[in-house]
Nanobody, 127 residues
Framework: QVHLTESGGGSVQSGGSLTLSCAGAGYDTTNSYMGWFRQVPGQNREPVARINEVGHTDYSASVTGRFTISQSVSRNTLYLHMNTLKPEDTAMYFC?????????????????????WGQGTQVTVSS
């Protein structure tokens, strides 16, 4: 059974930092992307960043230069290091695994087929 569990969310002031973690188990991470998404109530879920097994990363334009996605050597844990946070970063953040099937989510330059999801962790940035 696949498990993705996010942690590390919380409340922070504008300009602050947070690091999210996603612990995964029960699926094959070979030849796959892992990614982070976020969603504000009433809006569509949007891709934030993704990373493949050799460390290639992609980011949405809104977080480029501020967020960094990384992973443990075993790929069992995914991270999102968020710096210079803004109020507009407030959202529920989800991690996901792309196994080639599932709903497609696209940024301006890359897409992600979200096969497995975590339950999410809330990030709130106050001004």
């Amino acid at each position: 059974q696949v498990h993705l569990t996010e942690s590390g969310g919380g409340s922070v002031q504008s300009g602050g930092s947070l690091t999210l973690s996603c612990a995964g188990a029960g699926y094959d991470t070979t030849n796959s992307y892992m990614g982070w998404f976020r969603q504000v109530p009433g809006q569509n879920r949007e891709p934030v960043a993704r990373i493949n097994e050799v460390g290639h990363t992609d980011y949405s334009a809104s977080v480029t230069g501020r967020f960094t996605i990384s992973q443990s050597v075993s790929r069992n844990t995914l991270y999102l290091h968020m710096n210079t946070l803004k109020p507009e970063d407030t959202a529920m953040y989800f991690c996901a695994a792309d196994r080639g099937y599932g709903t497609q989510y696209c940024s301006a330059t890359w897409c992600f087929a979200a096969t497995f999801w975590g339950q999410g962790t809330q990030v709130t940035v106050s001004s």
